[in-house]
């Protein structure tokens, strides 16, 4: 039986599909701590997949120069910021 939508040209072209991206595959092994911190700033910067954190998205972002890492100050107790910023989350 003929398909009785005749707009259906652009389907056998392709259109509609995500590009293939000759990207690579990166495996990481972290705590379930950083992993959250990481997501949550995903979140703040829009790198959202799925409506989930996406983490390559933010990679991304860093690797591209859309988003840049400032290194924290030597003072700066980043183990305590965490803890404290965890405990915020977990008690809103």
């Given amino acids: 039986m ?5 707009n259906t040209e652009a ?7 995500r590009p293939k991206l000759d990207n690579e595959t990166v495996c990481m092994r972290m705590s379930s701590e950083i992993r959250e911190n990481l997501e949550q700033i995903a979140e703040q910067y829009g790198c959202v997949y799925g409506g989930k954190p996406w983490l390559a998205g933010l ?23 965490v803890k404290d910023r965890l405990k915020r989350k977990h008690s809103s």
């Fill in 2 to 6: 003929a398909n009785s939508n005749p």
């Fill in 11 to 17: 389907l056998a072209l392709g259109r509609g599909k």
């Fill in 59 to 81: 990679l991304r972002m860093i690797g591209s120069g859309e988003l840049l890492v400032v290194p924290a100050p030597p003072a700066f107790n980043v183990k305590s910021a």
